[in-house]
């Protein structure tokens, strides 16, 4: 899920391109420490709830499922074309990226629907509380994206140009997030 382009990556991508690999950087602690803000939400909200619930549990599952087909339709609406600019990304400071990135992060409700659509699917303990594996898998998806997203900051420049070389390099990663986004929702439903 991380690897698949979208807001957060195309962002950090953009910055490191324009300002270099700190600014990327920057941006990625940022949008990696909201995602905790989302964990602790999901942890201390739903956990309680579907403890003791099967029907909100499957409902939640369902719901998740759903969310995912959603996005691999919204994927499949898009264009194909990857187009990078430099032009239109305004310089900040390494604190400002990063106070942003954290921002985009927590205010951005499809963070909080992907979190409550994907975890719950994966909780994997009868005995260990819910609310410790909530955080286990926050963090585990807070440790796979910082790799993801540092790896996007400190090559931007060779992937931009490859991007830029390659046009069709849009559809198969178009494609390739489809089959991702299906693909987790038969795996959170089985």
């Known amino acids: 899920m991380a690897i698949s382009p979208g807001p957060d990556n195309i962002y950090v991508l953009m910055q490191s391109i324009a300002h270099g690999k700190k600014y990327g950087l920057a ?5 990696i420490s909201g995602c905790i803000i989302h964990t602790t939400l999901l942890a201390f909200g739903v956990s309680a709830i579907i403890k003791n619930n099967d029907t909100v549990f499957f409902g939640i599952k369902l719901f998740g499922a759903g969310y995912l087909v959603y996005l691999a339709y919204q994927v499949f609406k ?17 604190g400002q990226l990063f106070k942003q990135g954290f921002i985009m992060n927590v205010l951005n409700p499809k963070v909080s629907i992907f979190f409550l659509a994907f975890f719950p699917g994966f909780l994997f303990s009868e005995t260990l509380s819910t609310i410790w594996q909530f955080y286990i898998l926050g963090f585990l998806f807070m440790a796979v994206s910082l790799l993801i997203f540092s790896v996007i900051a400190v090559l931007a420049g060779n992937i931009s140009e490859y991007i830029k070389s390659h046009k069709h390099l849009g559809l198969y990663l178009k494609w390739l997030q489809i089959i991702v986004f299906i693909g987790i929702a038969v795996l959170i439903l089985v």
């Open 27 to 31: 941006t990625v602690f940022g949008l």
């Open 78 to 94: 898009s264009s194909n074309d990857l187009t990078l600019s430099e032009t239109q990304v305004p310089k900040k400071s390494v």
